[in-house]
């Protein structure tokens, strides 16, 4: 009988081995409560695109002007002096300063390459060198791109125009000298200026006002100031 005892008896479990099953026990009921719960963190969602421009011509009488402001970087388009619209333009950065004066458009050039400035790109076209010019090494394999200044509208004989392009940060300089306007609107303006048009680049604020970050959410969230307001567009390869 005594042998009968020793083969029933319970088996006893030490105290070690009962504080690691405790410890997965616990473990086990915080991963159901996580995966259950119901008060997680919310996604964020992205801030909205600034608007870069709103356009209103009513195609009626009168010339169009126009006027760019270099603290504000902003450009106002007037037609027989009534306001039709106006857009961020990124013009000369430090060491490519966009001079002050009256212009008067000289040229038009729907399809335009710079001659001066462009990139380098590897042979899967990936930008390796985003601020080249003419003339510089062209590693083997690679290529030398010159960069498009598409919907050209030249304002000097030494290379400064008006054209489609980057505007990477609203409200702040970023060509070699040239004043970019936003790629998708462009257009609008080359379609309504002729060779004479003036152009009055200054040293004095915008009369529209740079856009405060909170404007820039509504009229983004809205679609814009205009049937024809845009977003920022996606970054591609830099231009002049």
């Given at each position: 009988?005594?042998?009968?005892?020793?083969?029933?008896?319970?088996?006893?479990?030490?105290?070690?081995?009962?504080?690691?099953?405790?410890?997965?026990?616990?473990?086990?009921?915080?991963?159901?409560?996580?995966?259950?719960?119901?008060?997680?963190?919310?996604?964020?969602?992205?801030?909205?695109?600034?608007?870069?421009?709103?356009?209103?011509?009513?195609?009626?009488?009168?010339?169009?002007?126009?006027?760019?402001?270099?603290?504000?970087?902003?450009?106002?388009?007037?037609?027989?002096?009534?306001?039709?619209g106006w857009s961020y333009v990124a013009t000369g950065k430090e060491g490519h300063g966009t001079r002050a004066g009256t212009y008067r458009i000289m040229e038009k050039i729907e399809d335009k390459y710079s001659n001066k400035y462009g990139w380098i790109e590897d042979e899967f076209g990936n930008v390796v060198d985003g601020d080249a010019k003419v003339g510089d090494r062209v590693p083997k394999g690679m290529r030398y791109v010159p960069a498009p200044m598409p919907f050209w509208m030249r304002l000097t004989s030494y290379g400064i125009g008006m054209h489609g392009g980057l505007i990477p940060e609203p409200g702040k300089p970023a060509s070699h000298g040239c004043i970019r306007m936003p790629k998708d609107f462009v257009p609008l303006v080359y379609d309504v200026v002729d060779v004479g048009t003036p152009v009055t680049i200054t040293q004095e604020p915008s009369r529209h006002g740079p856009i405060s970050p909170a404007l820039q959410q509504q009229l983004a969230a809205s679609g814009g100031p205009t049937p024809h307001g845009s977003p920022a567009g996606p970054s591609t390869a830099p231009m002049p």
């Amino acid at each position: 009988m005594a042998f009968f005892e020793k083969i029933i008896r319970p088996v006893s479990i030490s105290p070690l081995l009962k504080r690691v099953a405790a410890g997965l026990a616990m473990l086990g009921g915080a991963a159901v409560l996580s995966s259950c719960g119901v008060g997680g963190a919310k996604p964020v969602p992205p801030p909205p695109e600034p608007v870069l421009y709103g356009w209103h011509d009513d195609g009626g009488p009168g010339k169009v002007t126009v006027r760019i402001s270099l603290p504000d970087q902003i450009a106002e388009y007037h037609r027989g002096g009534r306001p039709i619209g106006w857009s961020y333009v990124a013009t000369g950065k430090e060491g490519h300063g966009t001079r002050a004066g009256t212009y008067r458009i000289m040229e038009k050039i729907e399809d335009k390459y710079s001659n001066k400035y462009g990139w380098i790109e590897d042979e899967f076209g990936n930008v390796v060198d985003g601020d080249a010019k003419v003339g510089d090494r062209v590693p083997k394999g690679m290529r030398y791109v010159p960069a498009p200044m598409p919907f050209w509208m030249r304002l000097t004989s030494y290379g400064i125009g008006m054209h489609g392009g980057l505007i990477p940060e609203p409200g702040k300089p970023a060509s070699h000298g040239c004043i970019r306007m936003p790629k998708d609107f462009v257009p609008l303006v080359y379609d309504v200026v002729d060779v004479g048009t003036p152009v009055t680049i200054t040293q004095e604020p915008s009369r529209h006002g740079p856009i405060s970050p909170a404007l820039q959410q509504q009229l983004a969230a809205s679609g814009g100031p205009t049937p024809h307001g845009s977003p920022a567009g996606p970054s591609t390869a830099p231009m002049p």
